[in-house]
Antibody, heavy 118, light 107 residues
């Protein structure tokens, strides 16, 4: 079946970077954009940006410009989201989500908890 | 950025109740509105897109409607599996933005 499987939880120190992976299966990886959405503890959902797995093109939310990089490895149907210069405010669950042909998020990864703590 | 405002923030209801959640956009988004359900410790799941189109596999007790910039999610008869937090999201433009969520609790 169609799935997105993310990498495991991470603990990072302030100032470090984190790279989260999102492996797609059950569909053609390059046919659908991948978005990243995060959710701080007890908070709502925040969109971070998208990547076109076919071309590698990206579009980031202004808030994360300069700190986030979304990439992919088509040979293993995997998308990556790297966030640098981490602070405690970046402590959150990070989700990847597939952009359906109707431009909504129809398939989500299980989430990756990133904790930033000294 | 388009602001999405949901109400109420929390809702307490009983099994069988009709439940309504409202989402208001700060500007016109046409019908480019989706609803998601999130259970604790789980990823969100798509319920409705284009304001009123039910995603495949979603029970028919869920429905969506729109009136200008105000959108409504209705659960016709609340079931035990319907607890969780509901989010609206606009996909009229970027950045994609979500409402702050409505938590549905059982009385």
């Amino acid at each position: 079946q169609v799935r997105l499987v993310q990498s495991g939880a991470e603990v990072k120190k302030p100032g470090a970077s984190v790279k989260v992976s999102c492996k797609a299966s059950g569909y053609t990886f390059t046919d659908y954009y991948i978005h990243w959405v995060r959710q701080a503890p007890g908070e709502g959902l925040e969109w971070m940006g998208w990547m076109n797995p076919n071309s590698g093109d990206t579009n980031y939310a202004q808030k994360f410009q300069g700190r986030v990089t979304m990439t992919r490895d088509t040979s293993i149907s995997t998308a990556y989201m790297e966030l640098s210069r981490l602070t405690s405010d970046d402590t959150a669950v990070y989700y990847c989500a597939r952009d359906s042909k109707t431009n909504v998020f129809d398939i989500w990864g299980q989430g990756t908890m990133v904790t930033v703590s000294s | 950025d388009i602001q999405m405002t949901q109400s109420p923030s929390t809702l307490s209801a009983s099994v069988g109740d009709r439940v309504t959640i409202t989402c208001r956009a700060s500007q016109s988004i046409s019908s480019w509105l989706a609803w998601y359900q999130q259970k604790p410790e789980k990823a969100p799941e798509l319920l409705i897109y284009k304001a009123s189109t039910l995603e495949s596999g979603v029970p028919s007790r869920f429905s969506g409607s729109e009136a200008g910039t105000e959108f409504t999610l209705t659960i016709s008869s609340l079931q035990p599996d319907d607890f969780g937090t509901y989010y609206c999201q606009q996909y009229y433009n970027y950045p994609r933005t979500f409402g702050q969520g409505t938590k549905v609790e059982f009385k």
